[in-house]
């Protein structure tokens, strides 16, 4: 029985390994994704524009922040420790 549940944990844990790398690596190719097309744009700027007005700046700010969020879910911490669902408790205790 005890074999059983290690198992299980073992094959869950696999599992959301496997699920935080897919993440990790399809974050990089958005990253790679998001300075190829930028560095595009700003090409196409200084071609056709050269000193003129900077709108490459709108793409890239609103694609950036669309990466830092995408980043925020790869890298954030899932999973909460007994200390911060204990804590948790307590306030929602107090909050009553």
Do not use: C
Not at 81 to 88: A, V
Request: aromatic share 12%.
């Amino acid at each position: 029985m005890t074999d059983d549940l290690s198992r299980t944990d073992e094959d869950e844990l696999r599992a959301r390994a496997v699920k935080r790398l897919r993440k990790r690596r399809d974050f990089y190719t958005h990253v790679a994704v998001y300075v190829l097309v930028n560095a595009l744009l700003v090409v196409i700027w200084a071609v056709t524009t050269p000193g003129g007005f900077f709108w490459p700046v709108f793409p890239m700010a609103a694609w950036g922040i669309g990466l830092a969020m995408n980043a925020w879910d790869v890298y954030r911490q899932d999973d909460f420790d007994e200390e911060r669902i204990s804590k948790e408790v307590r306030h929602l205790q107090r909050t009553r």
